[in-house]
């Protein structure tokens, strides 16, 4: 079972960290995109070592009744989130439109 567990939270990171880092890419204004792509990182290398102590002590701590009604309340609240964003029911090709970024070359004084 742990490693069925281990297998879906890896496939997880595989698919989430190049669609975040792509979203960062597109998104971030240019001066914050290496702070926000670092943010991303710690993230990435902080969680198998948080993860499991904040799992173990909220298992010694409630019972396995109450984390699930916790993990689905969760859930719950992001789906609220989605719907509430507006972006339910829209095209993807409509999703994320931006302008487009046009860049002059510099004029080099002689």
Same mark, same amino acid.
């Given at each position: ?24 890419? #597109?998104?971030?204004?240019? #001066? ?79």
């Amino acid at each position: 079972m742990l490693l069925a567990a281990r297998l879906v939270m890896s496939l997880g990171a595989g698919i989430s960290l190049p669609l975040i880092t792509n979203i960062i890419l #597109e998104k971030a204004p240019l #001066e914050q995109r290496g702070a926000m792509l670092g943010i991303v990182g710690l993230v990435t290398c902080a969680a198998p070592a948080i993860g499991p102590v904040i799992g173990g002590m909220l298992k010694n701590h409630f019972p396995p009744k109450f984390i699930l009604i916790g993990f689905a309340g969760t859930v719950i609240m992001d789906v609220v989130f989605v719907a509430l964003s507006g972006n339910v029911g829209a095209s993807p090709r409509m999703m994320g439109r931006m302008r487009p970024v046009r860049i002059r070359p510099r004029s080099h004084a002689a």
